[in-house]
């Protein structure tokens, strides 16, 4: 009786910390998708327009470092739920 409890909480934490992993691995892909976005979009905008290039520049500079912001604060949550 108390080994099929242990077991039963022992699989819950290994389905957690799977969790955990795959959430870091969505977030990362999530940011790159995004500033691959932002990069493709910037550069299309530079294409039509080359004498804004500074202000789309700094602008993509701007939202990636957001978007890389946000990722990291999810993969530091997801690997503080494994340590923790």
């Known amino acids: 009786m108390v080994l099929a409890?242990?077991?039963q909480a022992v699989a819950g934490a290994a389905l957690g910390k799977?969790?955990?992993a795959?959430?870091?691995?969505?977030?990362a892909l999530a940011?790159?998708?995004?500033i691959a976005k932002i990069g493709k979009s910037?550069?299309?905008?530079?294409?039509?327009?080359?004498e804004s290039?500074?202000?789309m520049r700094t602008s993509m500079i701007i939202a990636a470092g957001m978007i890389?912001?946000?990722?990291?604060?999810?993969?530091i949550v997801?690997?503080?739920t494994l340590i923790l």
Request: charged share 10%; proline share 3%; hydrophobic share 65%.
């Open 5 to 7: 409890v242990i077991l």
């Open 42 to 50: 910037t550069m299309e905008g530079i294409a039509r327009q080359p």
């Open 18 to 20: 799977v969790g955990a």
């Open 53 to 55: 290039a500074g202000n």
């Open 31 to 34: 940011a790159a998708f995004g």
């Open 68 to 75: 890389e912001g946000a990722a990291l604060f999810a993969i």
């Open 22 to 27: 795959f959430g870091a691995a969505v977030a």
């Open 78 to 80: 997801c690997f503080l």
